[in-house]
């Protein structure tokens, strides 16, 4: 799957991604949660709405909670099309939790904290996402909490 973004009048729409595409997400988990039908991102989010819910697909997966945690995490940012699940892991540890988070946060914090990031565990500044690119990211985000704050 991909981003779906299209509807009448161009509004943004939430991504859903392949449950498998979700960074740090072992094969034997990912089996795991197909068996139980949840197959992608956003299926994730439908049935881990509340702390509760959460707390039981972590009794039923017979992990910690905290990986749940996680995965709802990095899915909830993953809906932002541009973030996806290529850099929702990177968002997650910069300190980014979710998209209304993500709206709120000043572009040249952001990138600083990203950039500061790279080079600190990959010693690699040209990794960093561009600036505008992190100004897209954080435009999405605004959108899909504009439009979509259910989720």
């Known amino acids: 799957m991909g ?17 498998g595409q ?6 034997s988990d990912r089996d795991h949660l197909v068996k139980l039908g ?7 989010l439908r049935q881990t709405r509340s702390i509760a819910q959460q707390q039981a697909l972590a009794a039923r997966l017979q992990i910690h909670p905290q990986h749940v945690y996680k995965w709802v995490a990095l899915a909830d940012l993953a809906r932002v099309p541009m973030v996806g699940c290529q850099y929702c892991g990177l968002l997650l540890h910069a300190g980014i939790v979710s998209p209304a988070q ?17 080079v600190a565990t ?6 960093c996402p561009t600036l505008d690119v992190v100004a897209q990211w954080i435009q999405q ?10 989720l």
């Not at 949840?38 to 994730?44: A, K, M, R, S």
């Not at 990959?122 to 990794?127: C, F, K, P, T, V």
């Open 3 to 19: 981003a779906s973004q299209q509807s009448g009048r161009r509004s943004l729409r939430s991504s859903d991604w392949e449950i």
């Open 22 to 27: 979700l960074p740090g997400l072992s094969d």
């Open 38 to 44: 949840i197959t992608t991102t956003l299926g994730l």
């Open 102 to 118: 993500l709206a709120q946060t000043p572009l040249p914090r952001l990138h600083q904290q990203l950039l500061k990031l790279q």
């Open 122 to 127: 990959l010693q690699r500044q040209d990794l």
């Open 141 to 150: 985000a605004r959108s899909l909490v504009a439009l979509e704050p259910h």
